[in-house]
């Protein structure tokens, strides 16, 4: 959800944040998105910083790495919930 920080208007009482740290972050959108590194601060300037993301994050999904330990840290996180909520 964009500006879910930002605009306060989502009463969740838990929250998931996928965790990249900031420079892990320029570096994927310069070579997603083709950006400048101009053009990558101002983009992450606009948003709320992602270590204040991180520490109001309920549960935080490492996506520092590669996809398979995304996938990791996704499973491991479905298994947790599923457990917190007998499914």
């Known amino acids: 959800v964009p500006l879910f920080f930002e605009s306060g208007c989502y009463p969740f009482e838990e929250v998931i944040v996928v965790y990249a740290p900031q420079e892990v972050q320029k570096d994927r959108l310069m070579k997603r998105d083709g950006l400048t590194p101009l053009q990558v601060e101002q983009r992450l300037a606009a948003q709320i910083n992602i270590e204040e993301k991180k520490n109001k994050a309920t549960y935080l999904l490492d996506n520092a790495d ?10 491991t996180l479905i298994t947790h919930l599923k457990e917190r909520y007998d499914c």
């Open 66 to 75: 590669d996809l398979k330990h995304l996938q990791n840290e996704v499973q």
